[in-house]
């Protein structure tokens, strides 16, 4: 059985950082391109950064492209968002993913994801 947990989230003011963190067990966890996704109440979940397997590439969406980082730990099963300079509309709740393949892009979906973390609340005050 799969489990990824998800920590790292908090409410921080316009301009500040956080470092997410998700740890998964249960799964080849260098088998798998893993991601972050984040989702406002009432709004489409949207893909947010992924990493291949190896992390030797990522991939951002345009809006955090400068500001956030991924990285991975195979070691560790684990995978960090660094989120810096953050701003009020990067507040949502964000969820740890895992692909159904090694690799991903920068057009990294949903649907290309076969495990989920429970979601991490980041608050960003202006």
């Known amino acids: 059985q799969v489990q990824v947990a998800e920590s790292g989230g908090g409410l921080v003011q316009a301009g500040g950082s956080l470092k997410l963190s998700c740890t998964v067990s249960?799964?080849?966890?260098?088998?798998?391109?893993m991601g972050w996704f984040r989702q406002v109440p009432g709004q489409e979940r949207e893909w947010v950064s992924c990493?291949?397997?190896?992390?030797?590439?990522?991939h951002y969406t345009h809006s955090v492209r400068g500001r956030f980082t991924i990285t991975r730990d195979n070691a560790k099963n684990s995978v960090y968002l660094q989120m810096d300079r953050l701003k009020p509309d990067d507040s949502a709740t964000y969820y740890c993913?895992?692909?159904?393949?090694?690799?991903?892009?920068?057009?990294?979906?949903?649907?290309?994801?076969?495990?989920w973390g429970q979601g991490t609340q980041v608050t960003v005050s202006a």
């Open positions: 993913a895992g692909g159904r393949a090694p690799w991903c892009t920068d057009a990294w979906y949903a649907g290309e994801t076969n495990f």
């Open positions: 249960g799964v080849t966890f260098d088998n798998h391109a």
């Open positions: 990493t291949m397997f190896s992390g030797s590439s990522q």
